[in-house]
Every structure is written in C-alpha cells, then in structure tokens.
C-alpha cells in the first residue's frame, strides 16, 4: 500500500514486557518521499491533497466512544487545521502502521485507550506535518520560517499578509526534508484539546445515512441468517430444508458441521426460512451443562492457593494479630454484550480472493481470520471496517467473521450474515463468570491491617493475546484488584485460571476491573461497617498516598450531600477506584421499594482523567458507562441449562429503559497529568456504588449481581 | 406478491411474501438502511418508522398490513417540522454516541413532540421507554426533547 514506503514503526521491547512500536516518520535518503504528484502524506495518518483535502486515518474504530473526534483533536491541534476541515478515513487492516502501542502492537480498539496510546506519537504527527508546511511555504517566499506561522489549515507570513493553503502547499511539503524534533505546545496554547468540540460522526447518525457493517449492501448482495448448535460444542446431525426452501425469497440452505444458514433475499424471507428449518443436532460433551456446575468448579478452586498477583507485608501474622475478622465470598455472572446492532459480516468469496465488509475493533484479526478460513494469503483477503453499533469488548472477536466465511464459500457472490437477536445473544461470547473469595483483619480502631483475596474465573487475554499471560497472572485480570488506591499495610491476592467448559468467554466493558472493583469496593464497605464507621471516612482515612482519589471521593461526597438524611429505604453508596490510569469516585442514590425492587435516582461521579482531550465525551462517557453497569447490576445475567443459553432477547435479557435512568452528574477535575482511559471506568465503580447503597437502605449486603429482588422486600 | 407502499411520499412495489415486515422491506428489498434491526419482537425500538405519524415497530409490521398508511422513515423525518427540531436538538445536545438506536430514539421523540408540543418527564417516560440504548444515553436524550419542546414557545 501507498503509505507504508512512507513510514514505518520500529519495534523494541518494552518496559513491563509487551512489544512497544514507537511511531518513526519517514527519513529515506534525509528527505521525505511523500511527494505524491499533488499530495503530501508526511505519515500514515495525515494526507493533503492539492484541492487541500485533509485526510486523517483513524487507527482507532468509532463504536460511540467519541474516538473519531478526540483523535482527530490530538492531530488537528499541532497541525493546526479545524476540525469541520478533515475527512476522516477507517484504517485498513495494518498492524505495522496501525498497531496499538498500549495493546502490544496489535491493531485494535478496546481498554479505553485510544487516547493514551495517541497522545504523544499523533501530536507529534500532526507537528511534524505542520513543520513542513511551514517550511514549504517559506522556501517559496523565501524568508525565514520562523516569520510564517500556520493556522485554520493555512500558512500565513505575518509581516506581509501573504499566505497559501495547505492544500497549495502540499506538493513541496512533500519534498521538505523530515524535521527531527518538533516542539509540540504547551498546554496553554491549546485551541482545541480541552474543549467540548462537536463530534464529527453525529450529523450521520441523525439522519439515517451513516453506514454500519450491518448496512452495507455490495451489488447482487444476498441476505442469510443462521442457526448454531444451542449448545456449545454440538453438531448437526439431520436437516429437512424441504419447508425452508419453498419460502418466497429464499435462495439457498447452507449447511456447516455446527450450523445452518438460509440465503435468501432479503432478512424476512432468511428468517421465516430458517424458522421453517427442521434440525436435529448432536449436543456433545455440554450437553447436560448448568451454570451452577460452572460456579462449584470456581468456588472449589479459591480452597486451593494460585499464582500471587501481589503481596504487601505479611498478611497471615497480620491476619493473627486482628481485632475483628471478616470473611466474605462475591461471585459474578456471565453478561453477554448484547450490541444494539446485531453481529453481522458480509463477504464474498472469489476463487482468487475475498472481501469482507464488517465493523470490527479488531480488523487485522478480521483480516487475518478471513484468510485462515477461505484458505487464502493475506494480501488477497480485502476488509473494509465501518462504524459499530456497540462494541462493549464484543467486536474484538472474530468469531462472527469466521462463521461469514463458512457461510459465504458456498455462496455465489456476496452476502451479508446478519444474526438474530436470539442468536447474538446465545452464541455471544461472555463476560466471566467469577467466584472470590476475601478476609480481612481490622485493628482495634477498626482499620484494615490484612487484606486477602483470591478468585478464580477465565482469563479472556491468555486466549485474546498469550503473550501478556505469565506464569498464570495477566494485567487484565487483575486490574482493580491489586494497587488499590488504598494504604493497607499487608495484601495478599491470588488468582486462579479456571477456564469454564462449554462457554466461550472475551473483553467485556470495564474488563478486568468489571469484576475486582465489584468486590474490592464492597469488602472495603463491609470493613467500614464491621467498624462502625461512615464508608466515605473510613475509606478517606486510608488515601493519604493517593492524593487525586482522595480528591475526587472529596468531590464526589460534596456535590452529593453525603451524609444529608433521605427518607426511609432511601440511600447513597459510595465506590472509589483507579483503574485505566483514571481515578473516579461515585455516589449512587438507590431507592428500594417494599417488593424489593431497586430504582438508581441519582449518580454523581467525579473523575480526574488527567489531562481532559475532549470534557463533553468524558461526560458522555460516564453517563454512559453509569447506565451500562446500572444495567448489568440490576438485570444482567447469562445462565445455562443444558448447556443452552437461558436468555434470548431483551424481554429475558433486560436493558435499563429511558424510564429506569437516573439523573447523572459528572464532576470533571482539572488536571494536567496525562489523559487517563474514558470508555469503561463509569461501568465497574458504578455497580458497588449501587450494591452500597441497597446496604445502606437495607442493611442486606449484596456479594453477587444481579440484584436479587427477593431478599430485599420489605418484611410485614 | 406485489404490495404497493407509501415511502416518505413516493409509492414503491416490492414482491414478497405479505408476511414480510416492513422493517426488512424497507432495509433489503428497498436499500433504505437508516431503519434498524435490533430484536425483531418489538422490544427495542431500534426499527421505529411512523405510519401516518404513529411510531410503529416495523419488525414486527408486516407488509400486508401497511395498505395506503404513509411511511415516513428517518430518511425523511427531517422533513417534518417536530423531526426537524428533534435532529437539532440531538447534534446540540450530542445525544448521539455509538448511533444505532438513535433512528428508532429520533422517531420516537418526533412523535412524540408532533403529538404533545410540551412532553412533561412522564410524557417522556411513556414514550421513550420502549426504546432501548445500550450506549445509555437517556439523559441527553431527555434534554434534548425538552430542548426541542422549548423552540415550539410557551404556548404549544
């Protein structure tokens, strides 16, 4: 492709293990060969044409995070155009100019970290292209560069008014030699890091012409919907078709070893196809399979010590010595992602090559899975990413793309695969289940003096990435769980890989943390209420070494009005954590009703992501996140029996509704450290601080999610 | 068989099945993808269109049932003067995040506002609720409703 003679990453190894690739602009013979005949593409992210059209490419996928607004920011602002001039593009697959620095060079999008990984190589890309501008235009006025500064996508020469558009200048600037060092500005120069700018992926979305994966409609496309084996594992054994394929619209019947999909028209004729279909399957090994098996193997496994994450001190002596013991088991479900959009891929398949049209956060996979599957080279494998309707961790996963292929080899021309909502959500792959177990030791002031955790569940990164799983521990995993913002003097945690049978599991939003600050959050509760203390102070107490959480729990407890009295069955919860380089504190107000039910009134969260890109997505965010993790803390679960997935679609697998949604405020601090993660940290500190709360109003402490409504109904 | 439908004011024939919900007519048969799927049982909302004005499921309308009733899709409520203001007031607000729900979200509340000039929180409610956003963005969702009741004037 075009720009990989223009540039290329140098890879080393990095500190902490995983390979690093470090952005290094093009430097072939001193100068940079970006001289298109008319354009100029100082790098893999920034072209100018010469009609001056700028181009940035997006390594990052839009899924509603804000991606394809915040990093243009970081581009723009040091390049210096604004942002209704630039044209975003999707990054193909290309893992050497598009790796994530922060995911060990793999190309995708997940751990809220687009903007981490970008601060610094893409200001410095957009400088670096600034730079040339400037010097271009300098050359051709002949005066010093330091005379001309650039500005709104122009290079103008203060002392005489001249100037010339980037676009005018892009055919020398590609003949600039490279600069070696660019300074970038200082914060206090900035013009658009720091502001709410508009997104630039909304005007489409408002207006039915944005284009998803599921929208995409290649000429001749055929429509297809399938059915897999409802029990992980399984196999067809016999279909009758004959009902099927006498549906109107109904082009074909594909038959895999562990699946069936209809060809047909369009997505009616597919479905009432498939509905027609008599399939008789072999369930396999999983067959008898219920969840609460899968929850004995985890809860069997903390008897036993695993692997230690992290140890401070000397948690048994500490342990010893203790006023008060507490002792205390947590225990999360699987959650499938349950995307508003639906999993979909469309492909056609060619004897000499295949292309696939999908959204995907992980479109190098998407390439490289295709490939495997159509028995093709690399190179003849063409993807084309779109924008996603929810990705949650989900579209990290090939499966969807894979299965496309299986389908599309049989078909003549292309098709697009779109799952029913039944389908997406019994052949998701999940969110872990996880069984903890803890105990503590409080001194005679009612402090922690030991803390002790061991869990056990499915590594999702010792599939997703082998590489970061090292004698038996990942980062993922263990995030939330150890470097607690809290000083407790001896810490002792463990994990066990425990790899459930019959359930595929992946990257959830908020990932690790989605399940350690669950139970992180509602032990540290348990110790303040086992010392009879107010849970903000006696969490207070132990943050005198981490300043910026102890900030915004003070933030956070100010604009709720902690401590003011609220009616009966009426209480506020409070959860604190730094996870995703962002310290974040929550106060959730929970109303809970005579029959148990659990209304989340209000939630006020403030946060300290460092330097703030762009506050209005921080907010959006957040807001987000809260209603994410509000729905997975009341309604979210996946249970099987048989080895079937129970649920099907939102009437058994429910969403928070418009009428269920609390009022939400967010408290940004200022800060100048640099950007933390935004996508996910509201998900995992939200569900403790709803937990929390019901205890406060209750007094029934809730170690396991969903809410249980029974337990909380009010006795007669 | 041959049904002939109003589209945002144009008259289309397809050939299929009567059975066939409009909400793939219109995405497969006629290309016009601004209308979602999400569950096909009418529990999201995502493929929310208006059949003379009343927002309907068209996941689970099917073909035959249309008969001369107008369809106006998002492609089109722009055109009216509530889906006008509702669109505004959702790229004011930024409403909008992964996108997917928000034609069936944006139907909806143009519905809505065409009907009840001034939505009170419960108005809101009742016709916003059947309307999932896995994004969560009800709250903006919400004031920008409220946004667009406010440029119908006091007096609505």
């Known amino acids: 492709m075009i720009l990989s003679r223009r540039s290329f990453l140098q890879a080393g190894a990095a500190t902490g293990g995983g390979l690093m690739l470090s952005l290094t602009l093009p430097v072939a013979n001193g100068a940079a060969e970006a001289a298109d005949a008319d354009g100029f593409a100082p790098n893999a992210f920034v072209r100018i044409g010469s009609d001056g059209q700028i181009v940035l490419t997006m390594p990052y996928v839009e899924m509603g995070q804000g991606t394809y607004t915040s990093i243009p920011m970081l581009i723009a602002e040091e390049l210096e155009v604004d942002l209704k001039q630039v044209r975003l593009e999707h990054a193909p697959p290309n893992e050497q100019l598009y790796g994530n620095p922060l995911l060990g060079g793999i190309q995708a999008t997940g751990n809220s970290n687009a903007v981490r990984a970008s601060w610094q190589p893409l200001r410095e890309t957009g400088a670096i292209a600034r730079a040339m501008l400037v010097a271009a235009a300098a050359k051709r006025w002949n005066v010093d560069h330091v005379s001309c500064r650039a500005q709104s996508g122009e290079v103008l020469h203060a002392p005489t008014g001249r100037r010339f558009t980037y676009g005018e200048l892009a055919a020398d600037a590609a003949r600039v030699p490279v600069p070696e060092n660019v300074p970038l500005k200082r914060p206090e120069g900035f013009k658009l890091i720091g502001t709410p700018a508009k997104r630039l992926d909304t005007p489409a979305k408002v207006n039915g012409t944005a284009i998803y994966g599921i929208d995409v409609r290649p000429p001749g496309v055929k429509i297809a919907t399938l059915m897999q084996s409802p029990v992980f594992g399984g196999r067809v054994k016999r279909v009758d078709d004959t009902a099927a394929k006498a549906v109107k619209g109904v082009r074909q019947i594909v038959r895999l070893d562990d699946a069936v999909a209809v060809v047909a028209d369009h997505m009616g004729a597919a479905k009432k196809g498939l509905a027609a279909l008599v399939i008789e399957w072999d369930d396999g090994p999983h067959a008898k399979l219920n969840t609460k098996e899968i929850a004995e193997e985890l809860e069997k496994a903390t008897l036993n010590s695993g692997p230690v994450a992290q140890n401070i001190g000397d948690v048994d002596k500490a342990l010893a010595s203790a006023v008060t013991k507490i002792e205390a088991t947590y225990e999360l479900p699987f959650l499938a992602h349950a995307t508003m959009e639906p999993m979909n891929c469309t492909v056609h398949v060619r004897n000499d090559g295949c292309e696939v049209w999908v959204g995907s956060q992980a479109i190098a996979r998407v390439q490289a899975a295709a490939a495997k599957t159509a028995g093709l080279p690399l190179d003849k494998v063409v993807v084309h990413n779109h924008l996603i309707g929810g990705g949650f961790g989900r579209r990290l996963e090939a499966d969807g793309v894979i299965r496309a292929v299986q389908i599309a080899q049989h078909v003549d021309g292309p098709v697009k695969v779109v799952w029913t909502r039944e389908e997406d959500i019994q052949h998701d792959m999940y969110r872990p289940y996880w069984f903890d177990r803890l105990s503590a030791g409080l001194d005679e002031k009612g402090m922690p003096i030991a803390w002790n955790h061991r869990f056990a569940g499915s590594s999702v990164l010792a599939r997703w990435a082998p590489p970061f799983f090292r004698n038996g521990l990942d980062p993922d995993t263990t995030e939330g769980a150890i470097n607690l913002v809290y000083a407790l003097p001896n810490l002792h945690v463990e994990y066990l890989q425990v790899e459930p049978p019959g359930i595929p599991t992946a990257f959830w939003r908020s990932v690790g943390p989605s399940h350690n600050v669950f139970v992180t959050e509602g032990f540290i509760d348990e110790l303040a209420a086992a010392a009879k203390q107010d849970p903000v102070a006696y969490r207070r107490a132990l943050l005198d070494k981490t300043p910026r959480a102890k900030a915004v729990l003070d933030l956070a407890a100010e604009k709720a009005g902690w401590g003011q009295p609220l009616p009966e069955r009426v209480a506020r919860g409070v959860s604190l954590q730094f996870v995703f380089a962002t310290y974040m504190a929550q106060i959730a107000q929970v109303e809970v009703s005579k029959d148990g039910s659990v209304r989340v009134r209000r939630v006020v969260c403030a946060v300290d992501c460092g330097t703030v890109v762009n506050p209005d997505t921080v907010r959006a965010q957040i807001e987000s996140a809260i209603i994410f993790g509000i729905t997975a803390a009341l309604y979210g679960e996946i249970t099987l029996k048989n080895g079937r997935v129970e649920q099907t679609n939102f009437d058994t697998y429910q969403m928070l509704r418009m009428n269920e949604a609390p009022a939400i405020e967010v408290h940004i601090v200022q800060s100048s450290e640099p950007p933390g993660g935004m996508g996910e940290a509201g998900t995992s500190v939200i569900v403790p601080a709803v937990a929390n709360a019901i205890f406060a109003a209750t007094g029934k402490r809730l170690r396991k999610v969903p809410v249980d409504s029974s337990v909380l109904k009010q006795p007669v | ?156």
């Open chain 2, 1 to 156: 068989m041959a049904f002939t439908i109003k589209v945002n004011g144009v008259d289309r024939t397809v050939d299929v099945d009567g059975d066939s919900p409009l909400l793939w007519v219109l995405r497969d048969v006629l290309g016009m993808t601004g209308t979602k799927f999400g569950c096909g049982m009418a529990l999201c909302g995502a493929c929310t269109v208006h059949l003379d004005g009343a927002p309907t499921r068209s996941c689970i309308t099917t073909i035959d049932s249309v008969g001369s009733a107008a369809v106006t899709t998002i492609e089109a409520i722009g055109d009216t003067p509530a889906g006008q203001k509702i669109q505004k007031a959702w790229l004011d607000v930024e409403v909008v995040q992964c996108g997917y729900c928000q034609s069936g979200q944006i139907m909806s509340a143009s519905a809505l506002l065409a009907g009840n000039p001034h939505p009170r929180d419960a108005d809101i409610d009742d016709a916003m609720s059947g309307n999932i956003c896995r994004c969560g963005t009800y709250v903006r969702i919400r004031e920008a409703i409220k946004q667009a009741a406010q440029s119908n004037g006091r007096e609505g």
